[in-house]
Every structure is written in structure tokens, then in C-alpha cells.
């Protein structure tokens, strides 16, 4: 028995009454159609269970279908999670990820974008943070043709190329509850220089620590580079202070966790002795003991999102630019029970 033969673009096109370009056109989402050349299309194509080639479709484009994760990020994790939430969009599509880390400090910077993006012809780039926030790279993919959607923890772009959080007024109202608490003195480990979030999330601690009427005590605050022993030297160097913390707030978890180690290795209690709250709620804040109290952010929502503006910009004109984080209340942090005035 014959087998039974998978049909072609030229079966739609005929079928359609349309030629083979304009068929084309209606596969590769191309604006330049009426509503109803593009639904009568549609329903052969759906009718004759047609599936184009993605080969073809690529050589037609000039593009590959793949989507570019671009970052100089060193949270490892923070990368990991970005990398599911695009994987949870483009899987059971033709569409692949190439994930490209770079030297933000590169003098060839841009020329070395440039020539991945045209040696992997992608369809799209996602940039994370705080390469998100160069302008003249975002300019650089748009001039190459290239589809790009940026991730902030503030308005970068216009958004139907950004996915952004509160960093900012999460962190505040984190501070405020930490104040609810009664902790008065509180200590806080800000991300490096440079990165947007960093600055998103003191500006959250300064403001919290204002609405709540406390004083910031410049002897308690440091900065660490979102890794671990970054976050365990801070937590060292505030618990050395003359009149130390009662708690902690650490501009991500992986650092949250330094602080934790630094604490416990004093024969600090967490968190009858000390209170500690992290940013992210990465997989270490509930795999840690004890659990970590922290603030949500929503990163593989944000990367799924990023990813359908990339690759069904029309679908995705209806879902959100901005995503609020949320505290996760867990064990690391409780009312305090010394001093108040201390």
C-alpha cells in the first residue's frame, strides 16, 4: 500500500486560490495581509494538517530559529530558572536556545554580539541583566534585524520588548515587615555595582527603612557580588559591628545564604539571634535550614513571557510588561524578642 503523501505548499496554495508567497506569508506571521486572505489560509493549512519545513521556512526568513540568551550574569541559578522559563515556551515549537555568556567589560563587546548573531542568524535575543539595561546593545540587535526583549527590574524599554519587576517596592515593603517585627537595627548586603537590580533593591531598603521611621546606620551596610562567599564576608562584617543587627536583608538568596553561613559559624541562632531575609526565592531558599524567608521573584514567568514576545509578538501583545514579586514567609525570619531600643 502506497504511502500516503504529506501535503506541500503548493497543495494549500491551490486549495486557498492564493500563490505560494502569500501562503508563505501566512506562516511566517507577516503584517502584510487582510484578516481574511490570512483566516481562509489558515483553515486549509489546518484542514490539510499541513506542517511546514522549518528549513525552508528559515532559508525563506534568513533566520534560524533560535532564540539567543545573552548574559554576564553571576547568579548561576538566576541564569538556570531564565533558561526553563524560555525552554517552558518554545518547547513543541521548531524554535531552539543558544545561550551566549559575554564580558560586559569587553572592549569588543558589541562586535562580538554582532558576529553571534550573525553567524547564528537568530530570530530573537533575550538580554538579562544588567546587559539589559545597555542601550546601544538593545539598538545593535534592532539593527541586525533581530527581535529582542529586554528583562529589568525597571522600565527599560517599551513593552512589547520588556519584562520587568518591582524589585524597588518588594524590597520596601520586605524592610517594613522586618520593622513590623520589631527589628529596628537592620542590616542590609547590596548586589554589585552596575546592575540595575542592585540599585532597584537599596533604593527598596532605603525607602522601607523610611517609611517604618528607622535610621540607617551606615556601619551596617555592605556590598557583596551575588555569589556566596561575597554574602558570607558581609555577613561577617556586620556582625562585627560595634552594635550589630537583629537582621539581615541580602539582595539575593545565594548571598542570604553567605550571611546564614557567617552567622551560624559565631554560634548565632537563626533566627532567634538574627533574622535574615533573601531576593529571588531561588530552589537554596527552601533547601537551606533553616528555610529562607525571601522575596519572589518571578523570573521564569518573566522568561516565558519574554520568550512569546520574541516568537508570537501578536499573541503576546496581551500579556504583561511587569511582574510583581511577592515575600515568601518562611522560618529565617521572626518578631524580635531583645532590646527594642537595640
Known sequence: MAKAQKPTINDVARLSGVSKKTVSRVINKSPLLNQATREKVEAVIAQLDYVPNPQARALALRRNFLIGLIHDNPNAQMVLNVQEGILDTIRATEFALVVRPVDRHSPTLLDDIRHFIEQQRLYGVM???????????????????????????????????????????????????????GHHRIGFVAGPEGFRSARERELGFIAGMGRAGLTIDPALLTRGNYRFESGKAAGEALLDAENPPSAIFASNDVMAAGVLHAACARGLRVPQDLSIIGFDDTAIAAHIWPPLTTVRWPIRAMARTAALKLIRPETAAREPAFFPSDLVRRASAIEYSGDPTG
Open 127 to 181: 538580554l538579562l541583566p544588567p546587559l539589559s539595561e545597555n542601550d546601544e546593545l538593545a539598538r545593535l540587535c534592532r539593527d541586525l534585524g533581530c527581535t529582542v526583549v529586554r528583562m529589568g527590574s525597571a522600565r527599560l524599554d517599551d513593552e512589547a520588548h520588556l519584562v520587568a519587576s518591582n524589585d524597588q517596592e518588594a524590597v520596601c515593603e520586605a524592610v517594613e515587615w522586618l520593622a513590623h517585627l
